[in-house]
Every structure is written in structure tokens, then in C-alpha cells.
T-cell receptor, first 115, second 116 residues
Framework: EAGVAQSPRYKIIEKRQSVAFWCNPI?????LYWYQQILGQGPKLLIQ????????DSQLPKDRFSAERLKGVDSTLKIQPAKLEDSAVYLC?????????????FGQGTRLTVV | AQSVTQLGSHVSVSEGALVLLRCNYS??????LFWYVQYPNQGLQLLLK??????LVKGINGFEAEFKKSETSFHLTKPSAHMSDAAEYFC??????????????FGRGTQLTVWP
């Protein structure tokens, strides 16, 4: 089966510019996650969707980050305006039902560099 | 609150030697625990998971981990390291209630280097 697809793989922008990332989860997976992985750290959850509804966005910096999951399938994560500290790898993951023992499948990530 | 601590940000072993990567967890409920591996410029791949069925969990690529409640540990081992095992390894615990259900809390990761 096809895995989680993300694009672009790499992005370099200047601070104060905007950027968007796209994620296509595994077909049939109800739960979608966006994680931020800063160099030298483990991934940290930004937002979790169940179908097209938000379950948890408590760690999302809402003054600059936004995310949506239209029709409960694809998702986009946007940053506007970007700051230097947003440089990180943004990982999208999906799972069948979001249960605590269900495997999450990860995409290859988008590496963002803000200069 | 759920959290994990990985002891040692870097571990180096010789090819054929035992691999031991340490993970301790903190959880307010019986935990579900995971080990993921990340190769350079790749996403995370599940190695194994503990879901209370058995304390010794076998995963892919010859890795296994033992859940020890008394020590709040879930260390990852492999009897004989291979060059292809060189990667970063993350321990994670799953959120188990309410809005945290299913989200993963990751440790900082351990970079494994395998010397020929």
C-alpha cells in the first residue's frame, strides 16, 4: 500500500515569508498528525485531526501556524510569517483510528530552512 | 502526564556487538510504548510496540525491547549490531486519554553509530 506522501521535501525561505506543506495520508486512515522535529530533538505534536475535525491543536502557535484537513483526507500546514526558529523538519503521520495502541505511519517529512 | 527520557544521545558499538538503547517512561496510566527508527532524510519507521500483551516485545530487524514496570523502563536491544543499524532511534509513549489519545510523546533520540 502507498505510504504517507508529503511535499515538498525541502524548502528554503526568508524570515517573514509564508510557506505551505502538503500531506496525503494512507487511504482510509481517519487520524492525521503534524509533528515538528527541530534538529537534535524528538518530534513534537503540532496538531491532530480526526477525519476533518481538530482533536488537539494546543501546541500549534496559532498566531502564525494554521492547518486544515479538507474532506477528511489531505491536509495542509501553513506558516505565515515564518521565523528563524521555525527551521525544522515537519512530519505528517496517519493512523487508522487514533487509538493509543495503533501504529502511526510517518511520511518522509519536509525540511524547512528559514534564513 | 506522559513523557519518555532516553539516556545517551549517542551510542557507538562495533559491528557484531550488543546494542542497548535506554528509555525510561513516565505515565499516569498503563503505557503504550513504541520504538521508532529514523534513517537520514527519512521519516520514522516503527520497530516495535508494547501494548501490554507481553513484556518482551520482538520487532523488525532483530530488535527487541523489554517492558519493566518496576523500573519504568523500555530498553531496546539487539544481540549483534550490523552496519545497516546505524540510524537515530526514538522511544515514544502514547497519550491515553481525552484529547491526547493516540498522540505520541517522543524522547530526544539516540544516534547509533556502528563501527566496522
Amino acid at each position: 500500500e502507498a505510504g504517507v506522501a508529503q511535499s515538498p521535501r525541502y524548502k528554503i525561505i526568508e524570515k517573514r515569508q509564508s510557506v505551505a506543506f502538503w500531506c496525503n495520508p494512507i487511504s482510509g486512515h481517519a487520524t492525521l498528525y503534524w509533528y515538528q522535529q527541530i534538529l537534535g530533538q524528538g518530534p513534537k505534536l503540532l496538531i491532530q485531526f480526526q477525519n476533518n475535525g481538530v482533536v488537539d491543536d494546543s501546541q500549534l502557535p496559532k498566531d502564525r501556524f494554521s492547518a486544515e484537513r479538507l474532506k477528511g483526507v489531505d491536509s495542509t500546514l501553513k506558516i505565515q510569517p515564518a521565523k528563524l526558529e521555525d527551521s525544522a523538519v515537519y512530519l505528517c503521520a496517519s493512523s487508522l483510528d487514533g487509538a493509543e495502541n495503533t501504529e502511526a505511519f510517518f511520511g518522509q517529512g519536509t525540511r524547512l530552512t528559514v534564513v | 502526564a506522559q513523557s519518555v527520557t532516553q539516556l545517551g544521545s549517542h551510542v557507538s558499538v562495533s559491528e557484531g556487538a550488543l546494542v542497548l538503547l535506554r528509555c525510561n517512561y513516565s505515565s499516569s496510566v498503563p503505557p503504550y510504548l513504541f520504538w521508532y527508527v529514523q534513517y537520514p532524510n527519512q521519516g520514522l519507521q516503527l520497530l516495535l510496540k508494547y501494548t501490554s500483551a507481553a513484556t518482551l516485545v520482538k520487532g523488525i530487524n532483530g530488535f527487541e525491547a523489554e517492558f519493566k514496570k518496576s523500573e519504568t523502563s523500555f530498553h531496546l536491544t539487539k544481540p549483534s549490531a550490523h552496519m545497516s543499524d546505524a540510524a537515530e532511534y526514538f522511544c515514544a509513549v502514547s497519550g491515553a486519554r481525552g484529547s491526547t489519545l493516540g498522540r505520541l510523546y517522543f524522547g530526544r533520540g539516540t544516534q547509533l553509530t556502528v563501527w566496522p
